[in-house]
C-alpha cells in the first residue's frame, strides 16, 4: 500500500502576518487543495494523510466535499517542528503502507509523474527525493557579508518534494534523529544520518514552493497552464 504524507502545519510567516498560505486562493482554488488533488489523481496512491494545526480538521472535510476527494483521507494534528508533524502523520498510516510519499503542502505544482517516479524509486531503493541540478554559481559566505568560496555546482542538487520512502526506512531515520535529540531540515536527512542511501529523482517540470508573497504569480501561471492542458485533453 502506497501513502501520501502530506505536511501542512507551518505558519507560513514569511507570507505575512494573518495570511494562512495553504488557504490562499490561487487559480480558483487554496493552494492545499491543488496538492492534494494531485495525490488524489495519482493512481498508486491509497490513502492520503494531512497534518494540520490543531482544529483544522473541520476544514479539512470541507475541502474535501467541495472538491470531490474521495479517496479515504485522515487530518493529524502537526507538533513542534516539521519532523515532529511528520512522525505523527507517520504514527497515523494505515498498517498495510509499505511506501509513504512526503509532500510540503505548499507545492501545488507537484506533477503526477514525479511522484509516481519517487514512488518507484523508494522501491528501489527504500529512499528518494525530487529533485533539480543547481544551475546557478554558489558562494559560501560565512558573515553574510562576504564570500569565504564557490562551491562546485556539478555537485550540487536542490531538492524538494516528494520525499518518498519505505515506512520501515523513514520510521527507523526519524527515531534515531529523536532519540539524539536532533534536528533536520528535512526528511532525506534523517536517512543520511543512519547511512540509508537516497535516490535522485529528476524533476523535468517547475516545482516551486509558495513562500513568499512574490512566489504566487509564478505558482498561478503554472497551475493555470496545466489547467488548460487538462482541459484540452478532456474535450
Request: proline share 5%; glycine share 6%; net charge neutral.
Amino acid at each position: 500500500m502506497v501513502s501520501a504524507l502530506i505536511v501542512a502545519a507551518g505558519k507560513g510567516t514569511r507570507m505575512g502576518q494573518n495570511v494562512d498560505k495553504l488557504f490562499l486562493d490561487v487559480a480558483g482554488r487554496p493552494v492545499l487543495a491543488h496538492t492534494w488533488q494531485q495525490f488524489e489523481r495519482t493512481a498508486s496512491v491509497e490513502e492520503i494523510i494531512i497534518v494540520v494545526r490543531e482544529g483544522m480538521q473541520k476544514t479539512l472535510r470541507s475541502t474535501a466535499e467541495r472538491y470531490g476527494f474521495k479517496k479515504p483521507f485522515l487530518a493529524v494534528a502537526g507538533g513542534k517542528e516539521r519532523q515532529d508533524s511528520v512522525w505523527n502523520g507517520l504514527s497515523s498510516l494505515n498498517p498495510s503502507s509499505e511506501i509513504v510519499a512526503i509532500q510540503d503542502a505548499a507545492r501545488p505544482c507537484t506533477s503526477q509523474e514525479l511522484i509516481e517516479a519517487t514512488i518507484e524509486a523508494a522501491r528501489r531503493m527504500g529512499a528518494a527525493v525530487a529533485a533539480q541540478p543547481v544551475t546557478d554559481t554558489i558562494k559560501e559566505s560565512v558573515d553574510g557579508k562576504q564570500v569565504q568560496r564557490t562551491l562546485d555546482r556539478s555537485k550540487l542538487w536542490s531538492v524538494q518534494t516528494p520525499q518518498t520512502f519505505r515506512v520501515s526506512v523513514i520510521r527507523e531515520a526519524l527515531a534515531e534523529v529523536r532519540h539524539r535529540g536532533l534536528s533536520v531540515t528535512d526528511d532525506t536527512a534523517a536517512c543520511e544520518l543512519i547511512g540509508h542511501p537516497v535516490e535522485l529523482v529528476i524533476g523535468h517540470e517547475p516545482n516551486p514552493k509558495v513562500t513568499r508573497p512574490e512566489d504566487v504569480p509564478y505558482i498561478e501561471l503554472l497551475l493555470r497552464r496545466a489547467q488548460s492542458k487538462v482541459a484540452d485533453r478532456d474535450s
